[in-house]
């Protein structure tokens, strides 16, 4: 095990088994709501690449080592093989005639096992790296409105597996300038490729800058931001051999407590251990109370510099909305109480679920 490029850390087959079931199981037990990405899919990807992993398709699994997640190639490995499977399925023999054959030299075997991984992988719906799609609300003629509901799943830059949902509305002589178009029926919408940039360039960004920035397009109004956000990940698992898993946790509360719980307990646990971290940040005209229950995420008003908080309060006067911050835990015994000690020092009270 090892970094091989920048954030990048490879697992190699004796951890991938632990890692794939730990993260599997917590993401059931996280018990997540539709502000977060569809679970089922994500663990649909891990189930393809445990399967990828068991028949020797893949000697190793790609994580970032910023968030312990999957990372771009990995993710994107099981939908490329998603999409050549019908066609390398037809080019290759029977799966009968296979079995027949295993036993007669190892090529045999080895496409049986492919054609076994590619038939599984065929029909799955598999975790998305990046979609996005401008849904239409409603719209009322008369009074030349529409409003609009945003959707993007991605696996963002910093590491983390993201679902943004933004609903807006804007006045229909400003529907070219704020680069969302309803056709001439009035029955769809559909977002052009400057404001799906923009959308997708803002996604990481927690849920009241978004709100704020997009405000500033003329004619637009914001109603909701809501992010959802699986990530970040710790991963730890005793070996023998003096390699670690080495992770590069950008957040400092979490790396720090990380730090001292590995020099102090990890020498004394002889089974994996994971930690993993859900965040809900919803900023919404009809939130009723504005706080942030988030021990990794602050609100945004109390990180302001000073010169930067007059605009802020402008803008807070002229659009009235509030934000809530929200994170979730899910450990297994050994991390469990690094995950009670963020909360402490923090000061929030958080769900923490057992993984087991």
Known sequence: MGLVTLHTQALRASAVDPYLKLLHRGLRAARLN?????????????????????????????????TGLPNMATLTRVLTDQEIAPESLKKMPSREELVAREHQAEV???????????????????????????????????????????????????????????????VSSLWRRAMIDLDEDGETAAADEAFRTLVYRCAHLDAETIFVRLHGIEGVHVER??????????????????????MELTDPRLAQGFAVWRGAASGKLQSPQMLLTCASDFAAI????????????????????????????????????????????????????????????????NLVYDLR
């Open 34 to 66: 539709n502000a977060f990405p569809d679970r089922r899919r994500l663990q649909a990807s891990l189930d393809a690449l445990r399967r990828a992993m068991d028949h020797g398709l893949y000697e190793e699994l790609y994580l970032d080592s910023r």
């Open 108 to 170: 045999f075997a080895q496409l049986l096992q492919k054609y076994d991984y590619y038939t599984y992988v065929g029909d799955k719906a598999l975790a998305p790296v990046d979609t996005h799609r401008t849904l239409l609300r409603r719209h009322i003629p008369e009074k030349g409105e529409a409003a609009f509901r945003i959707e993007m799943t991605k696996l963002d830059g910093s590491g983390v597996y993201m679902h943004l949902v933004i609903e807006l509305s804007q």
């Open 225 to 246: 931001v809501t992010r959802g956000v699986i990530g970040p990940v710790i991963f730890w698992l005793p070996t023998t051999d003096g390699t670690r898993y080495t």
């Open 286 to 349: 009809d939130v009723r109370e504005e706080r942030s229950n988030d021990p990794l995420s602050p609100l945004l008003s109390t990180t302001l510099q000073d010169s930067e908080r007059p605009r802020y309060q402008d803008i807070r006067t002229r659009y009235p909305f509030r934000v809530f911050k929200d994170r979730k835990f899910v450990a297994t015994k050994g991390l469990k109480p690094l995950a009670k000690e963020i909360m402490q020092a923090a000061g929030t009270r």
